[in-house]
């Protein structure tokens, strides 16, 4: 059994460039070079909410030490940058609501990092939309592969509401997140809140699971919430 006796409330504020003053390329027949920190923001908010997505897992000794690997050498973090997607492309990824992306790359003689994602927004009716997301990654990281549902109600022109919900195999590891977006200009405000690990609680203490189905708990004596914050 392990306990969680300090209450966790975890505050993320995000400013996110969505259309920052573009570049000149080195010539006139290349394309404008755009950049976004879109995919920063989605990076911090996987870390917290996929905590079993880590490569150790999420009950590892090593604690919040579990993102440095051993294995990596001091060409790995290079690797990721040659092997991955541009800043140029991960701008166009993020300005869509729908698609689908794959990445690869070599980091020794034996192992590959890979990474993928999907998504697809789906109208439900003139007012209502699915946001059905997979994201992929394979690293000396992280070990995801995680599935999000958020249903959106648009109550305005420029003002929708969201629920969010990450879907696990494990019941316990589940998280809701609830929230408003704004539209401004060709931006967006986000403000959000979050419940982590919601039916632990309800499944390992109410349910009363046997350690012979589960050895391992989660106790929370206060619940984990989070707050969100971004301005693309």
């Known amino acids: 059994m392990i306990r969680r006796i300090d ?8 400013a996110l460039a969505a259309q920052p003053t573009a570049a ?19 990076q911090t ?3 917290i909410f996929d905590r079993g997505g880590s490569f150790y897992g999420r009950t590892s000794e090593k604690g ?15 690797d990721l940058i040659t092997s991955g997607f541009s800043l140029s492309e991960t701008f166009e990824w993020y300005r869509r609501e729908s698609g689908a992306r794959f990445w690869a790359g070599s980091i020794n003689h034996l192992r590959l990092v890979q990474g993928g994602d999907f998504k697809a927004m789906l109208g439900l009716s003139r007012s209502w939309a699915a946001d059905i997301r997979f994201t992929h990654q394979q690293t000396l990281q992280t070990d995801r592969n995680l599935v999000r549902l958020a ?10 509401v969201f629920l969010l919900t990450t879907l696990y195999a494990v019941k316990p590891d589940i998280d809701l997140e609830a929230g408003l ?3 401004l200009g060709t931006g967006e405000l986000t403000l959000a809140l979050g419940a982590l690990d919601l039916f632990s609680d309800i499944v390992y203490q109410g349910l009363e699971v046997s350690p012979t189905i589960a050895d391992t708990a989660l106790d929370y004596t206060q619940h984990p919430f989070t707050a ?3 301005l693309d």
Do not use: C
């Open 7 to 14: 209450p966790k409330v975890i505050v993320i504020a995000l």
């Open 24 to 42: 000149g390329a080195q010539t006139d027949s290349l394309p404008m070079l755009r950049a976004t920190l879109r995919d920063w923001e989605e």
């Open 45 to 47: 908010w996987l870390a």
């Open 64 to 78: 919040i030490l579990q993102r440095y690997n051993e294995k990596m050498d001091p060409e790995y973090h290079l």
């Open 151 to 160: 249903v959106h109600a648009r109550r305005e022109e420029r003002t929708r």
């Open 181 to 183: 977006k704004w539209r």
């Open 228 to 230: 969100r914050f971004a």
